[in-house]
């Protein structure tokens, strides 16, 4: 009987020495192989040039209405201003809608909210890509 037990006791501290040891030594193994993929990552994404993408960012302005407003009307107009010769898109859940673009770059929508929050995307589409603005608008059918 003393022989199974000193045997038991020997056996629990080598499994517990060899689990303390894979306990110390895991974070680094995890760690190493972590770098290795975002290295990999780093190397197969292709930068997008710093002149495109200046070119494409800051050409979208939303000017009406503001983010987070509340709405008690269920068509809701949109206006902005872009870069002279883009496409605009507007989204919401329910609705999409092509906005004209004036000479002058300002554009105008129209898009049907539903009850309660509507998020709104609009798009603005050139040669050298799209830009996006996302906002949300709470239509209310009850007069405030």
Known sequence: MKKDVIAAVVSGFILGGLVAVAAVNL???????????????????????????????ENLEITEPKDESIVTEKELKITGRTK???AVLVESESDISEA???????????????????????????ENGEESKTFTVYYTSDKL
């Open 27 to 57: 974070p680094s193994i995890f760690k190493i192989s972590t770098n290795n993929t975002a290295e990999q990552t780093t190397q197969e994404t292709i930068p997008i040039p710093t002149s495109i993408e200046a070119e494409i960012k």
């Open 84 to 86: 002279t010769g883009d």
């Open 100 to 126: 004209k673009v004036e000479n002058d770059g300002t554009f105008t929508s129209s898009i049907t909210l539903t009850e309660g929050g509507n998020q709104i995307i609009i798009y603005s589409i050139n």
